[in-house]
């Protein structure tokens, strides 16, 4: 199986970074008008493995990356390239890197292997330079008046980088609808409260998707058995005497969505933090705080159209704490790949930047997402932490690798990969179990064992 998935690996690895495709593309986007050792192919690989092995790259940095490809170039040469046309083209590259750079989905624990693939969705804001205002505006306030916001939908089945859209900092979440385009049927979606919509719901429902998401508390609701009547829902919770309530509901004054509501009571340290960071952030904001709002953080509200033989309520609730894996995806990107340091002030030098970087880690998924389903039966679990320090170790050698032939990319990648089931395994944590272990357990406890998910 691992000689499969090295032979798939070397030829879309190839077909991304090394082909006379590459090539054409930065012909057509005018970024080369004449024939030089620095070609499409040879700019993407500058870019994106400098970034790759040094995530605070400077110029310098990528000239002797391009040195390493028999490339010589100056710092203020490979500067004068970092254009406007070098941005389309890596913009380019992303997309076609997004496409190409897709592994198989691999074995996955039963509870999720009904699903084609269970989508993660949320987004990441980064800083950037006042030079870029007006392509992507801030959100105002005490934050920058630039800021760039990444919408990221992520197949925890596959590993894969489902999706990836870019945005103006400003942008709202709940706006955001695309995502659900791009569902393979069947699948379940996971999100975050920030990017409830009910018309997204309704077009995940209809395409015969599933979802599962926190209720909106300006959302209407009416009970299956009182469809003409609006649900007061804090006085409904009020009388609920078990911790969790699982009923029938119908979502929206006017779409009359059907799906399920399960109700769970939190603890009481787990609610007065929620009050505590509440309180925090209408300080900041300066806005009123209701009663209600207060109250309401006593409990999870989730809206879902799984039908209960799908998941038992033990799962399902651990299933939603999945969401968390993307947050841990987000801190790498920031931290160990940098994408929170940006050189450089101007337009092109900043944007060919996020650009590489993206890339770089479309191909840092690609590769360690096969490996992290390798030791599923035997409950152990590759850090996708560890396993991109790894890869970055080796980056100038897969570069190396990937500028000689085919047979040396594999033999390359052999080694990554020994290297990555060997050596970026998690430490068991028997005392606070991860996400997956605790879907994996989720029917052996009570409730409590899910509330520090919650």
């Known amino acids: 199986m691992l000689k499969e998935i090295i032979t798939l690996a070397s030829a879309k690895i190839q077909e991304c970074f090394q082909t006379e495709e590459t090539n054409q593309a930065a012909r057509a986007a005018q970024l080369v008008v004449r024939k030089s050792k620095m070609d499409g192919s040879g700019f993407l690989k500058t870019m994106v493995f400098g970034c790759l092995e040094n995530p605070e790259t400077s110029l310098n940095d990528w000239c002797q990356t391009s040195q390493d490809l028999g490339i010589s170039i100056s710092k203020q040469g490979l500067d004068e390239r970092l254009t406007e046309e070098a941005v ?32 993660l969705q949320d987004s990441t804001v980064q800083s950037l330079p006042i030079s870029l205002q007006e392509l992507f505006p801030g959100s105002g306030g005490n934050a920058s008046p630039a800021a760039l916001k990444i919408q990221l939908m992520f ?5 894969n980088l489902a999706h990836v859209t870019l945005q103006a900092g400003r942008a709202s979440d709940a706006c955001y609808i695309e995502h659900v385009q791009h569902m393979l049927p069947g699948s379940l979606l996971l999100q975050d409260l920030g990017f409830f919509n009910l018309p997204a719901l309704q077009t995940v429902h209809e395409q015969d998707n599933f979802y599962l998401s926190r209720w909106r508390q300006d959302t209407v609701i009416y009970l299956a ?37 399960i109700v769970v009571r939190l603890p009481q340290e787990v609610a007065e933090q929620r009050r505590r960071r509440l309180r925090d952030d209408a300080q900041r904001r300066g806005k009123p705080l209701s009663a209600r709002a207060l109250a309401l953080c006593a409990w999870n509200v989730f809206l879902t159209n799984l039908p209960p033989e799908r998941l038992s309520l033990h799962q399902l609730l651990a299933c939603y704490a999945l969401r968390w894996q993307i947050e841990l995806i987000f801190k790498l990107w920031k931290s160990q790949a940098g994408l929170k340091h940006l050189a450089g002030l101007r337009t092109g030098r900043v944007l060919c930047e996020i650009y590489a970087k993206l890339i770089g880690l479309a191909l840092t998924h690609f590769l360690i997402a096969p490996l992290c389903f390798w030791y599923i039966d ?11 320090s790894i890869l970055q170790h080796c980056a100038s050698n897969l570069l190396s690798a990937l500028h000689q032939d085919l047979p040396a990319l594999y033999k390359l990648l052999e080694d990554l990969f020994q290297r990555i089931l060997r050596l970026a395994r ?11 272990q605790r879907l994996a357990l989720a029917d052996q406890f009570d409730l409590a064992f899910l509330f520090p998910l919650a």
Not at 112 to 117: R, T
Not at 232 to 260: I, N, W
Not at 426 to 436: A, M, T
Request: hydrophobic letters at 35%; glycine letters at 4%; a positive charge.
């Open 88 to 119: 389309t083209f890596l913009k380019n590259c992303l997309v076609k890197a997004l496409k190409c750079l897709q592994a198989r989905r691999g074995e996955v624990m039963s509870v999720l292997e009904q699903f084609p693939e269970v989508y």
């Open 225 to 261: 058995e009182q469809p003409d009547r609006p649900l007061e829902m804090l006085s409904f919770l009020s009388a609920q005497t078990q911790p969790v309530t699982d009923c029938s509901v119908q979502v929206g004054k006017t779409a009359h969505l059907p799906c399920r509501m």
């Open 426 to 436: 998690k430490d068991k944590r028997v005392q606070n179990p991860s996400s997956l």
């Open 155 to 159: 197949g925890l089945c596959s590993g």
């Open 378 to 388: 035997q409950h152990i679990e590759i850090s996708l932490s560890k396993a991109h």
